[in-house]
């Protein structure tokens, strides 16, 4: 059995998607769908510039629409659903249109407005996030207690967790980190994702989901806040929301995956990320990226089991 990966911000760049594009209907077909959604997407994605792609606003939906493309086109060629899907923060959108609980044309646009809440939710360089390398969770945690305004937001691996908050807080809790001999790296972000800090934009997403249909799902997909799979509609509406100011347990759904008996996974979209955490924490699996034509039809050969 394998298990279906959608990754999230940071994995876009310039050009993405334009193979899949020209190489397969399918993918031609999700594309247009969200050029006619949000008009000017697919140039902004193959021509950029990189600046306006990066604002959190556009690569949202832009991942969005790739990392479905993707999916889509992996079926068209022989390719079979999943048994399981997960997708890393904004990805776990992408999941739940593949698997049918929201239409495209819905989450393209919910994910347009979540972007744009959560940019200003926090004015622009009051907030910060770093990703904390070499040292275990648990030391992370010991070194923030009494540590106001920074917080855990991203379990990436065994040894990368990402934290978020007030800028001066990161950077209190990042002297802390470096003193315990941790690698820091301050990630190039608008604003402090997955921390209470934006806790406004979950509050204005809300009213914008309240009218969207949602359906169960044709597979499991895993939730971020729970690291379980969910299949309820209104659980999955509201873990959504939950979400943006939740951190990202994936280190706990990978290992979840595991304990399921998933052994191969596929990452649909843009860059390799998920593929690279999925290596730093299971051994013995395997893991594709599906990007472009080529990975494609090596992923082709994975099957069902």
Do not use: C
Not at 70 to 86: C, T, V
Request: net charge negative; glycine share 8%; proline share 7%.
């Amino acid at each position: 059995m394998y298990a279906a990966l959608f990754p999230g911000q940071g994995s876009q760049k310039v050009g993405m998607g334009k193979a899949l594009y020209e190489a397969f209907p399918a993918a031609r077909q999700v594309l247009d769908r969200a050029e006619a959604t949000l008009p000017g997407l697919l140039k902004l994605m193959w021509e950029g510039p990189e600046e306006a792609l990066t604002l959190t606003e556009n690569q949202q939906p832009a991942l969005l629409a790739v990392g479905y493309a993707a999916y889509r086109a992996f079926l068209a060629q022989g390719g079979q659903p999943p048994s399981l899907a997960a997708g890393h923060s904004l990805g776990e959108w992408t999941a739940h249109v593949a698997a049918g609980t929201l239409e495209l044309e819905d989450a393209l646009r919910l994910v347009r407005l979540r972007g744009r809440y959560m940019q200003e939710a926090v004015p622009p360089g009051e907030g910060a996030m770093a990703a904390i390398l070499k040292l275990p969770l648990e030391a992370i945690q010991e070194a923030l207690a009494g540590l106001e305004g920074v917080e855990i937001a991203n379990l990436n691996s065994p040894e990368q967790t990402v934290i978020s908050g007030r800028k001066e807080a990161v950077e209190r809790a990042a002297e802390r980190l470096k003193a315990l001999r941790a690698r820091v790296v301050y990630l190039p972000v608008s604003a402090p994702f997955h921390s209470s800090l934006i806790a406004p934009a979950k509050e204005r997403l809300a009213r914008d989901l309240a009218g969207i249909p949602f359906r169960k799902p044709l597979f499991p997909v895993y939730s971020n806040v729970t690291a379980k799979p969910e299949e309820d509609p209104e659980a999955i509406r509201h873990l959504l929301l939950e979400q943006i100011t939740a951190p990202v347990r994936w280190v706990e759904i990978l290992m979840d995956m595991e304990r399921r008996g998933v052994r191969r996974f596929l990452e649909f979209g843009s860059g390799e990320v998920l593929k690279g955490l999925v290596a730093r924490t299971l051994e013995g699996v395997e893991a594709l990226s599906v990007t472009d034509p080529e990975s494609l039809r090596k992923a082709l050969e994975v099957r069902d089991a």
